[in-house]
């Protein structure tokens, strides 16, 4: 099956708020691609710290069949533009990957099934 890339924010790296229950929700979702057999790399970025480049990297480091969008990155207004240079980075550098859009951390194995 193909290799997925999981592209959110890192919760340690967000001032202000307890990053706790979002890494064990990240941990719970590595855990669900290793279940399935899905080999998955992420790619937890910083909002302020040239997120483009590290994702470019990331895009660059290795063969994707499917790129997940982490709601973080998606869903807060004021990373609109950072959501929309994610999805050109992606259509630049993995063109032939599909996106896909998860709920939750947990979640990111079925988001990309969904299109693998």
Same mark, same amino acid.
């Given at each position: 099956?193909?290799?997925?890339? !999981? ?8 001032? #202000?708020? /307890? &990053?706790?229950?979002?890494? *064990? $929700?990240?941990?719970? +979702? ?7 057999? !899905? ?8 909002? #302020?710290? /040239? &997120?483009?480049?590290?994702? *470019? $990297?990331?895009?660059? +480091? ?55």
């Amino acid at each position: 099956m193909a290799r997925v890339l !999981v592209i959110g924010l890192d919760p340690a790296r967000i001032d #202000g708020w /307890d &990053p706790a229950p979002v890494q *064990a $929700a990240i941990a719970r +979702g590595r855990a669900r691609f290793d279940d399935l057999g !899905v080999e998955a790399d992420w790619c937890l970025v910083t909002a #302020g710290e /040239d &997120p483009e480049a590290a994702i *470019a $990297a990331a895009l660059t +480091g290795a063969q994707y069949g499917c790129v997940v969008i982490g709601g973080g990155i998606r869903t807060h207004e004021p990373l609109l533009r950072l959501f929309e240079n994610v999805v050109n980075l992606v259509r630049q550098h993995a063109p032939g990957a599909a996106i896909a859009f998860n709920s939750t951390p947990e979640d990111c194995a079925d988001a990309a099934l969904r299109w693998l």
